[in-house]
């Protein structure tokens, strides 16, 4: 089972895989995969034999650069 870390500053940030999760866009720890819910749904598992952390994005790179509407 996970332990919260004695610093948690950073605890409400990271979701584990299996862990049910608001809609957005979430990034992999430590690799490039980004999964996008469009609902409430369970973060997936990596399936390489190690536990997936994910970190939730606010705003992805395209939608940084999109043009403004209007």
Known sequence: M???P???QF???????????TPGVYRQVGCSK????DQEDYLPASL???VACYL???NTWSELTAPPAG
Not at 13 to 20: S, T, V
Not at 34 to 37: A, H
Request: zero cysteines; hydrophobic letters at 40%.
């Open 2 to 4: 996970w332990l919260k």
């Open 6 to 8: 004695e610093n948690d």
């Open 11 to 21: 605890v409400e940030e990271l979701f584990l895989a299996g862990e049910r999760v």
């Open 34 to 37: 980004e999964i996008r819910l």
């Open 48 to 50: 390489d034999g190690r």
């Open 56 to 58: 939730k994005v606010n």
